[in-house]
């Protein structure tokens, strides 16, 4: 390695503190070139002047910790919203004018579902409202090309169609299934947004992974903050207006929390630094505690066996807890130092994900014995359909965190394995959405 | 020798102003500065000298500017402020004012030791 190199990657390892900014980094790589040169000049060669300048200027800790004493404003201004003058200008603007679509598309559901007959075709539509606008923000902020941005307008258009035109029965449960998984299938044209496109990019996939799961704390956080505000407008209100506190939330409360979703989508790439140090940290708690609770779920079942109270809605919870499962092992991986040696939290992971499957199988086991005897419903089929995807993707991680514990492969494989099963979910989700309502006549 | 770590920190900012009352000056020039006038008895890690700097800078006792160096390099300069020449002047009376206390001692034990 050349000297230049040598000095990258040190400048890049002072930098990572947030209190060093790159201004002071330009100081001190001076300096580190001077006495360098002064070295070179006193007969050593280039790594030996390196390692030596290197060790003078003293260890990155100690040194970013000073910076960081001196400068401790910096660490806090990091959340501030701070914009530079280099930073452009297009994705603040792009979130202000699709936060007020969204608002403005999201009142006037609201305002057709006030009706005291609300069509069934409105509630299925919600989804539609709320991710579409989320979807135009992308195409804006990625400068989709028109031919791009017409087949995604495609897309949500026969979606739109498909779910308003469906010939559902009153009290359908296809239609509640609809209106539960159209979400889903939105938030993967939100995806091909995303990426601008390039659909085919493993990296680029797997960076809409990330922004799922960063977006996903964003909004948690937007949230908690809108409770409390509501909360508090609610109080302040009662006792000039006790009468008018609901309209105002009816009112306050949608349009907070469809502005919510484009900003928490503007804030995952404007603020990147702040919740990427986060999601980790996150999954580093709660990895260990669902692998307890996953090992002391599974031996309990299998000790206990399985009830006769096995229905729709506890397969539904085993849907969400294999989801969780998967995303604390993908974002987990995903933090994952590539140069790290295998550690206990990939032995956890494995041992969570083991356990994930072995309770699924027991549920799943029982479930088509189930359905053996009672047929299938639209409910069984989507509940069931989902299972089975999940579960075949647990399966083949969990053979692949196991030669990452044993074997040492790199932990890229189970990105890679991610990244390249996203279109077995998006299929799926769809299919339950456009074929499964006809398969089972609209019932 | 080997100069004990928390004097070596009382006596970073006198020293630095004082370097700086020569003329404006940079971080690595400022350093050889030091370790010329000490003889090398002075240890000092180099990265350290930076955070002081920017605190003298954040405090007015230094001004900052941007230049370059003979091989084209960015490179900060500072140069003091006369609050930084005040600053030094109060610092100047309390090191004389340790140093007639400490040598008075020592001189009257070296006499009576002999």
Same mark, same amino acid.
């Given at each position: 390695?050349?000297?230049?190199?040598?000095?990258?990657?040190?400048?890049?390892?002072?930098?990572?503190?947030?209190?060093?900014?790159?201004?002071?980094?330009?100081?001190?790589?001076?300096?580190?070139?001077?006495?360098?040169?002064?070295?070179?000049?006193?007969?050593?060669?280039?790594?030996?002047?390196?390692?030596?300048?290197?060790?003078?200027?003293?260890? /990155?800790?100690?040194?970013?910790?000073?910076?960081?004493?001196?400068?401790?404003?910096?660490?806090?201004?990091?959340?501030?919203?701070?914009?530079?003058?280099?930073?452009?200008?297009? %994705?603040?603007?792009?979130?202000?004018?699709?936060?007020?679509?969204?608002?403005?598309?999201?009142?006037?559901?609201?305002?057709?579902?006030?009706?005291?007959? %609300?069509?069934?075709?409105?509630?299925?539509? !919600?989804?539609?409202?709320?991710?579409?606008?989320?979807?135009?923000?992308?195409?804006? /902020?990625?400068?989709? %090309?028109?031919?791009?941005?017409?087949?995604?307008?495609?897309?949500?258009?026969?979606?739109?169609?498909?779910?308003?035109?469906?010939?559902?029965?009153?009290?359908?449960?296809?239609?509640?299934?609809?209106?539960?998984?159209?979400?889903?299938?939105?938030?993967?044209?939100? #995806?091909?947004?995303?990426?601008?496109?390039?659909?085919?990019?493993?990296?680029?996939?797997?960076?809409?992974?990330?922004?799922?799961?960063?977006?996903?704390?964003?909004?948690?956080?937007?949230?908690? #903050?809108?409770?409390?505000?509501?909360?508090?407008?609610?109080?302040?209100?009662?006792?000039?207006?006790?009468?008018?506190?609901?309209?105002?939330?009816?009112?306050?409360?949608?349009?907070?929390?469809?502005?919510? &979703?484009?900003?928490?989508?503007?804030?995952?790439?404007?603020?990147?630094?702040? &919740?990427?140090?986060?999601?980790?940290?996150?999954?580093?708690?709660?990895?260990?505690?669902?692998?307890?609770?996953?090992?002391?779920?599974?031996?309990?079942?299998?000790?206990?066996?399985?009830?006769?109270?096995?229905?729709?809605?506890?397969?539904? $919870?085993?849907?969400?807890?294999?989801?969780?499962?998967?995303?604390?092992?993908?974002?987990?991986?995903?933090?994952?130092?590539?140069?790290?040696?295998?550690?206990?939290?990939? !032995?956890?992971?494995?041992?969570? !994900?083991?356990?994930?499957?072995?309770?699924?199988?027991?549920?799943?086991?029982?479930?088509?014995?189930?359905?053996?005897?009672? #047929?299938?419903?639209?409910?069984?089929?989507?509940?069931?359909?989902?299972?089975?995807?999940?579960?075949?993707?647990?399966?083949?991680?969990?053979?692949?965190?196991?030669? &990452?514990?044993?074997?040492?492969?790199?932990?890229?494989?189970?990105?890679?394995?991610?990244?390249?099963?996203?279109? $077995?979910?998006?299929?799926?989700?769809?299919?339950?959405?456009? $074929?499964?309502?006809?398969?089972?006549?609209?019932? | 020798?080997? $100069?004990?770590?928390?004097?070596?920190?009382?006596?970073?900012?006198?020293? !630095?102003?004082?370097?700086?009352?020569?003329?404006?000056?940079?971080?690595?020039?400022?350093?050889?500065?030091?370790?010329?006038?000490?003889?090398?008895?002075?240890?000092?890690?180099?990265?350290?000298?930076? %955070?002081?700097?920017?605190?003298?800078?954040?405090?007015?006792?230094?001004?900052?500017?941007?230049?370059?160096?003979?091989?084209?390099?960015?490179?900060?300069?500072?140069?003091?402020?006369?609050?930084?020449?005040?600053?030094?002047?109060?610092?100047?009376?309390?090191?004389?004012?340790?140093?007639?206390?400490?040598?008075?001692?020592?001189?009257?034990?070296?006499?009576?030791?002999?």
């Amino acid at each position: 390695m050349d000297l230049d190199t040598h000095v990258a990657e040190w400048r890049a390892s002072i930098l990572r503190s947030r209190a060093v900014d790159p201004a002071d980094a330009d100081e001190l790589e001076s300096h580190l070139r001077d006495r360098v040169t002064d070295l070179r000049a006193a007969g050593l060669d280039d790594d030996e002047a390196f390692l030596i300048a290197v060790k003078r200027l003293g260890q /990155v800790d100690a040194l970013t910790a000073e910076y960081a004493r001196v400068h401790s404003d910096r660490l806090w201004k990091q959340l501030a919203l701070s914009r530079t003058d280099d930073e452009p200008r297009r %994705p603040f603007i792009a979130m202000l004018a699709f936060a007020a679509l969204a608002v403005v598309l999201n009142q006037t559901a609201r305002l057709l579902t006030l009706s005291p007959e %609300p069509d069934a075709w409105l509630l299925r539509d !919600v989804g539609l409202v709320i991710f579409t606008p989320l979807v135009g923000y992308f195409a804006v /902020v990625r400068r989709m %090309p028109l031919r791009r941005s017409l087949v995604l307008l495609l897309i949500i258009g026969v979606l739109a169609a498909a779910v308003t035109l469906f010939p559902f029965s009153a009290d359908s449960a296809t239609s509640l299934i609809v209106a539960i998984h159209l979400p889903i299938v939105l938030w993967f044209v939100v #995806g091909v947004a995303y990426v601008g496109g390039e659909v085919r990019a493993s990296g680029r996939r797997m960076d809409f992974i990330r922004f799922t799961g960063e977006w996903v704390i964003y909004l948690a956080l937007i949230v908690l #903050g809108g409770g409390v505000l509501a909360g508090l407008t609610a109080l302040i209100l009662s006792p000039i207006a006790p009468d008018a506190i609901g309209e105002v939330l009816a009112w306050v409360v949608p349009s907070g929390g469809a502005a919510g &979703i484009i900003v928490a989508a503007w804030l995952v790439e404007a603020k990147k630094s702040v &919740i990427e140090n986060l999601a980790p940290v996150l999954t580093a708690i709660f990895t260990p505690l669902f692998a307890v609770m996953l090992v002391v779920a599974a031996v309990g079942y299998a000790i206990a066996g399985l009830g006769r109270e096995f229905d729709r809605e506890l397969l539904t $919870v085993f849907d969400v807890l294999l989801i969780v499962v998967l995303g604390l092992v993908v974002y987990g991986i995903s933090a994952r130092d590539a140069a790290k040696r295998v550690g206990v939290m990939d !032995v956890l992971r494995l041992v969570a !994900v083991v356990a994930a499957i072995l309770l699924d199988a027991l549920v799943l086991g029982s479930m088509i014995a189930r359905v053996g005897e009672l #047929g299938f419903t639209p409910n069984r089929v989507a509940a069931l359909g989902l299972n089975i995807v999940l579960i075949v993707n647990l399966f083949v991680t969990a053979v692949l965190l196991a030669r &990452i514990v044993w074997a040492r492969t790199p932990a890229a494989r189970v990105e890679r394995w991610q990244t390249d099963y996203l279109p $077995v979910f998006a299929g799926w989700v769809t299919a339950v959405v456009l $074929v499964l309502p006809a398969v089972f006549a609209f019932r | 020798m080997n $100069v004990d770590k928390d004097l070596v920190a009382a006596m970073a900012t006198p020293l !630095v102003l004082a370097i700086l009352v020569e003329g404006r000056s940079y971080g690595y020039a400022i350093l050889k500065r030091v370790r010329e006038l000490s003889a090398g008895d002075l240890e000092w890690t180099d990265g350290m000298l930076y %955070p002081l700097l920017h605190r003298l800078d954040r405090l007015g006792y230094v001004s900052t500017e941007w230049g370059e160096s003979d091989e084209g390099r960015r490179r900060k300069y500072y140069e003091i402020t006369e609050r930084g020449r005040e600053q030094l002047a109060d610092q100047r009376r309390q090191w004389e004012t340790a140093n007639r206390t400490l040598g008075g001692l020592w001189g009257l034990t070296a006499q009576t030791g002999a």
